[in-house]
């Protein structure tokens, strides 16, 4: 049960800026903290349709507009109007029906971020079919008990080495009719299929879909146990995507002379992705899909599509950065570069001043410092991200301040999120008119966060899923009690309703001493350093705080190279003085951010980096803890002398 709370006392504001209109967050207090925060709809809800009736829509409207790009073989772009979209969403779904598949029917999608994966999103929606995303990494265990928890008809995999992977399994998933593989041109097949099809049916299917219609069930990335099914509607979709249409009007709404658009390269496996990208259907937001998140391909991707947003997450921000900052110092230019992000640093906590009502914003001398750097390296930045790049929408954990302040200041606009699976993406965002750098936001309108009183954010709103998937319960069970969803993470809110995420409730430490330690500030902090991959704190029921650190291969690469160091196995350069030194260095700035008993006492460097492919991380880049401390048992007692 949540504790009850006293009624609420609006502190709502209203800012004469530009756009739409600046509402503050309405907050609760208990014992003098605040406990609530509540921003009002932005967006009218959607009483009735589905996402099924926005491609046709989109034609109807604006038949010639380009709403994706698509790439060819050969590298290049072609538009698709918004004529051409619905076309092919109604021959696909056409397709489906052809091949027997009823309402309600499961069809699951493995593959990466790609253009058939949109046009296979809405042509089982229009099909009255419900989507399951599986990641194209999964394990075939993994992929094994989503088919069959799902109870999956069909399945559609990118590749034929996917599909033949399933073979020894296919026996143990009996529900799979249909498996069809991209590669092997089979979506189109299902088009070439569904065109010599009435399309009478289709029409009728649609219409037997609502808001509280079952849109998809998206699989959690199983950090601590078996994925669980979240099942979202359409419209908790809907929920989602207007309320953020409306905040980030600079992002989907054109404001300027350029075309608003896209480029998607995180997984659409995830939902974080499967939102932005429903939200740029919703809105006529020039989509693109990128399906590789290797610099050799992605950095090509970008310059040619040139998105005004990106979709993306601390670790590329900071890869970026380190990436830059190792570029400028091979080039003797590493006090230049030092001393301009300093700059825009400065710039955007200057910048966030003025619109929060706390400065006069910068001054003469600084805006002078950054416009003498913006073509020596911010313009740099932006280039590699495709030239065009205004804004970045950011999630999946905390960038922090230092990094949002720096991006700000070089002219790329940081709004930062956090949400779940279970609140169909983003639950909290940056407001335009009034960030708070290092904090995730305000709720996204429509939604309330409470903090209970052990510290646990808790959800409530439209966009929040009905239920866990159960086939053994009969279908969907619910999960928030008296309409609040318990996220499991840790946060606070201030004054003005901002959140600040503070760590995991299961990852919580009790030192032997008793002291709790939260360790994510001390893991983001360390991640963000150059020569550091990844980073897990330890020390629950151990008489100090330790971490285990990877290294960063291009960060390693770089000081080698500028410090005269020849390549070493892995192994060796883990005991290297002069880098231990370097990352002492790293850990005591770390250590300033919290107290004496919770700092970090000990660390070890591993001989590998901890990946996907090696099972220490989802595909959504978050550690899996109990992994990573059961494979790396003997590194860990030997921090503790064992």
């Given at each position: 049960m949540t504790t009850p709370l006293p009624s609420f006392a609006a502190s709502a504001a209203y800012d004469d800026a530009p756009g739409p209109v600046l509402v503050e967050p309405e907050t609760r207090r208990l014992d003098g903290v605040v406990r609530e925060a509540y921003v009002p709809p932005f967006a009218p809800p959607v009483r009735h349709g589905s996402l099924a009736e926005l491609p046709f829509e989109n034609a109807a409207a604006v038949p010639d507009a380009v709403v994706l790009s698509r790439k060819g073989p050969d590298g290049t772009w072609g538009d698709v109007t918004a004529t051409r979209f619905a076309a092919e969403v109604l021959a696909v779904a056409n397709g489906f029906v052809a091949e027997g598949l009823m309402p309600g029917d499961r069809v699951a999608i493995m593959a990466r971020t790609t253009y058939e994966w949109t046009l296979l999103d809405f042509a089982a929606w229009a099909a009255g079919l419900v989507t399951v995303p599986v990641y194209p990494t999964s394990s075939l265990f993994q992929t094994r008990w989503i088919l069959q928890d799902s109870g999956a008809v069909a399945l559609v995999t990118e590749t034929a080495a996917q599909a033949a992977s399933l073979g020894p399994e296919l026996e143990r998933i009996p529900d799979l009719r249909h498996l069809w593989v991209m590669e092997k041109g089979h979506v189109d097949r299902l088009a070439e299929l569904g065109a010599g099809r009435p399309d009478?049916?289709?029409?009728?299917?649609?219409?037997?879909?609502?808001?509280?219609?079952?849109?998809?069930?998206?699989?959690?990335?199983?950090?601590?146990?078996?994925?669980?099914?979240?099942?979202?509607?359409?419209?908790?979709?809907?929920?989602?995507?207007?309320?953020?249409?409306?905040?980030?009007?600079?992002?989907?709404?054109?404001?300027?002379?350029d075309e608003p658009s896209v480029l998607l390269f995180l997984p659409m496996s995830h939902v974080f992705g499967r939102m932005v990208a429903v939200a740029c259907v919703r809105a006529r937001v020039r989509l693109g899909h990128a399906p590789s998140l290797k610099a050799q391909d992605l950095l090509p991707d970008l310059a040619a599509f040139r998105p005004t947003c990106l979709l993306t997450i601390p670790y590329m921000l900071e890869k970026v950065f380190n990436a830059a900052r190792a570029k400028a110092e091979a080039g003797g230019r590493l006090s230049s570069f030092d001393r301009a992000a300093e700059a825009a640093r400065r710039y955007g906590e200057a910048m966030e001043a003025r619109q929060t009502g706390t400065g006069t914003g910068p001054g003469r001398a600084l805006r002078t410092a950054r416009a003498f750097y913006d073509p020596l390296v911010y313009r740099r930045i932006r280039n590699a991200m495709g030239g065009r790049v205004r804004y970045a929408i950011c999630g999946g954990s905390p960038l922090g301040r230092r990094l949002a302040a720096f991006y700000a200041g070089a002219g790329i606009e940081i709004f930062e999120g956090y949400g779940l699976t279970e609140t169909t993406g983003a639950a909290t965002v940056t407001p335009p008119l009034k960030p708070r750098l290092g904090t995730v936001g305000w709720p996204l309108p429509g939604t309330r966060v409470r903090i209970a009183v052990d510290g646990e954010i808790l959800i409530s709103g439209a966009q929040v899923?009905?239920?866990?998937?159960?086939?053994?319960?009969?279908?969907?069970?619910?999960?928030?009690?008296?309409?609040?969803?318990?996220?499991?993470?840790?946060?606070?809110?201030?004054?003005?309703?901002?959140?600040?995420?503070?760590?995991?409730?299961?990852?919580?430490?009790?030192?032997?001493?008793?002291?709790?330690?939260?360790?994510?500030?001390?893991?983001?902090?360390?991640?963000?350093?150059?020569?550091?991959?990844?980073?897990?704190?330890?020390?629950?029921?151990?008489?100090?705080?330790?971490a285990l650190i990877t290294l960063d291969p291009d960060g390693i690469t770089h000081w080698r190279r500028m410090n005269g160091k020849h390549p070493v196995p892995a192994e060796l350069l883990v005991d290297d003085e002069e880098l231990r030194a370097v990352l002492q260095r790293a850990v005591d700035e770390a250590n300033k951010l919290v107290s004496r008993p919770e700092s970090i006492r000990r660390f070890a460097v591993l001989p590998t980096d901890l990946t996907e492919e090696s099972g220490h991380l989802t595909p959504s880049m978050k550690l899996r803890r109990e992994a990573v401390l059961r494979d790396f048992a003997h590194v860990v007692e030997g921090l503790y002398g064992g």
């Open positions: 009478g049916e289709i029409p009728v299917r649609r219409g037997m879909l609502g808001p509280d219609t079952l849109a998809t069930l998206v699989y959690t990335s199983g950090t601590t146990g078996r994925p669980k099914g979240c099942a979202l509607t359409h419209g908790n979709f809907f929920a989602e995507v207007d309320n953020a249409i409306e905040l980030l009007y600079p992002v989907f709404k054109a404001r300027t002379g899923l009905r239920g866990y998937w159960d086939p053994q319960a009969g279908g969907v069970v619910p999960v928030a009690r008296d309409g609040w969803l318990a996220t499991g993470d840790m946060g606070e809110l201030d004054d003005e309703g901002y959140l600040t995420i503070t760590g995991r409730k299961k990852e919580l430490l009790i030192t032997a001493g008793g002291k709790s330690v939260a360790p994510a500030p001390l893991e983001n902090w360390l991640r963000s350093h150059p020569l550091i991959s990844h980073c897990l704190v330890l020390g629950d029921r151990r008489p100090y705080v330790s």
